[in-house]
């Protein structure tokens, strides 16, 4: 592919890709004020799925096979949900968040031409732990153990229940201040 193209369709890629986060976002918001939203709000539910797909296909066609990975298994929870074969739950929500603000961070990282492999695990890792949350198998204790093993005690507590992402998230700044 012609570079100066692959430059184009990535900052046509990116303009929409914030929109599209930015409004499963908001639906997320909305989601979890109502108490039941797959019998509530089925058209909120709709929207969110629509936008996970619509930005896994377009991930897709720029090469970011880690938000399209991530996508799909966003896409795959809020399927099961539409389909009534799950409820969201509280920690679902703090979880697909954590995925949004991923993803915001390493199309940032994208953006400024920087490549990150910890980023890359931590969307991995996020992905995996969707993929199970939407079959009802949580993994936090198995994604953690992988990840933590290279942090101290004190950046682990530091950082709470979600140290995992959070410590990678840090990682991604770190190294992105570094490359500008």
């Known amino acids: 592919m012609d570079n100066n193209f692959y430059d184009r369709l990535f900052k046509t890629f990116s303009v ?3 929109e599209h986060l930015f409004l499963m976002s908001a639906g997320l918001l909305k989601l979890e004020k109502i ?3 797959a019998v ?9 799925y629509r936008e996970a797909h619509i930005l896994k296909g377009a991930s897709r066609a720029v090469g970011l096979t ?11 929870y809020f399927s099961l949900v539409k389909k009534e074969e ?8 703090d979880l ?7 993803a915001k961070e390493f199309l940032q990282l994208k953006k400024q031409g920087s490549d990150d ?4 695990e931590s969307i991995r890792l996020l992905s995996e ?10 993994l936090r204790g198995l994604v953690e153990k992988e990840v933590i093993s290279g942090y101290t005690e004190e950046e682990i507590k530091r950082d709470g229940e979600y140290a995992t992402y959070n410590l990678n998230l840090n990682k991604i700044r770190k190294n992105s201040k570094k490359a500008r």
Do not use: C, W, Y
């Open 66 to 76: 880690q938000i399209e990975f991530l996508l799909q298994h966003m896409e795959t």
């Open 117 to 120: 492999p910890e980023g890359e």
């Open 129 to 138: 732990e969707i993929r199970a949350m939407a079959q009802g198998t949580p």
């Open 96 to 102: 697909l968040f954590k995925a949004i603000d991923l």
């Open 16 to 18: 929409e890709a914030e």
């Open 35 to 37: 108490a039941s939203p």
């Open 40 to 48: 509530d709000a089925p058209e909120l539910i709709e929207e969110v």
């Open 86 to 93: 799950i409820e969201p739950e509280p920690n679902h929500f």
